[in-house]
């Protein structure tokens, strides 16, 4: 891509629903929903601006690479990834939530996790996990799944999972407990650093356009 386009990566779902108004504030708008399309890469209501539509997981990849020239991705993915080749100017605070162990309802967890115990702990996050545990001093064994953490503790493929709590409807209806709070989720901007540079002039307003709309958003919250 030349140095007057710009690449922006988004995840579907939630991610693309809550940047739709930082977007907005931008001036930018895209000319499809990707949820109502195949389509992979989404044109803008600007020529030289459109949008990727990736993985969560795999937006901090394609903005590291300079693929995308910034993208929006959740403070879990960016944690898990690291954070190399990636400038991050902004906490959106959109798609809040809350890194949570959780168990199943009953399981005595407070004796479970005594300083030297052992747990089987299941995970889409097995860095964010072996870090808190380790933290507490509990050994444990980390089992890694791609998603349905919710399952594991009740078939007994694990004592406990490290996973992502907004309302705790998913918890409640399969019979589990939030038990700890491990840290406090939301999205960011990131951007790729060398376009930083090159694409200061077209990257900069919109930069500043989510801070603002990030802002008014966090405010009326209050
Ligand atoms: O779904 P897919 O496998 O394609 O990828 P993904 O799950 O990584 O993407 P997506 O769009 O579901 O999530 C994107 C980002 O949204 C995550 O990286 C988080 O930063 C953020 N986010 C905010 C959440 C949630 N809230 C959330 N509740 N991501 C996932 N969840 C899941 C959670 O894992 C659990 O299964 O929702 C369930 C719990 O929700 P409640 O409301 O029942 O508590
Ligand atoms: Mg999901």
Redesign the pocket.
Known sequence: MTENTLTIALSK??IFEETLPLLAAAGIVPSEAPEKSRKLIIGTNHENIRLVIVR?TDVPTYVQYGAADFGIAGKDVLIEHGGSGLYQPLDLHIAECRMMVAVRKGFDYAAASQPGSRLRIATKYPNIAAEHFAGKGVHVDIIKLY?SMELAPLVGLSDAIVDLVSTGNTLKANGLEAVEHVVDISSRLVVNKAALKTKHALLEPIIQAFGSAAKAGERSFE
């Open positions: 779902g939630r969560a998603g």
